[in-house]
């Protein structure tokens, strides 16, 4: 297994013929304080498996902040079939996250762990603009 793509994004889709539509992608988050409320994002990764992978593989995605701890969590299951052809199998993965709080400006990490291994890593920033306000 690898990963072709993984990012955050403002909005991402599939399409009918199965096709990946990913708009905004970003790497930082600007607010004039903190804790920042992100309204919505869409974490997106696209991963591929040759065909021996076939089966179920837990999979989790987790925020992890600048000093290690993990903020955010969420789990399941990857029911991958085995390709046509002996081809490898691509899989989307488009997860929505609303109203994320982020309670102080650094640099924080999605991971992506398929098989309790990491799969990929999406680095974020949440960076200070202008004057903070009291």
């Known amino acids: 297994m690898k990963a072709r793509i993984a990012v955050l994004a403002d909005y991402a889709s599939l399409s009918i013929e199965h096709k990946l539509n ?7 988050i600007n607010a004039t304080k903190a804790p920042v409320v992100h309204p919505q994002m869409k ?19 987790v925020l992890i902040d600048a000093d290690g701890h993990e903020m955010f969590s969420i789990a ?19 997860l929505d996250l609303t109203h994320l709080t982020f309670p102080r400006f650094g640099d924080y990490e999605f991971r992506i762990l398929i098989d309790d291994e990491v ?15 009291a």
């Open 22 to 28: 990913v708009l905004g992608i970003f790497t930082t």
């Open 119 to 133: 799969a990929a890593e999406i680095p974020l920033t949440v960076a200070q603009i202008g004057a903070a306000q």
């Open 43 to 61: 974490l997106v990764a696209q991963f591929e498996f040759d065909a021996s992978e076939a089966g179920q593989h837990p999979m989790r995605v």
């Open 76 to 94: 399941g299951v990857l029911t991958i079939q085995p390709p046509p052809g002996g081809r490898p199998a691509l899989v989307n993965q488009l």
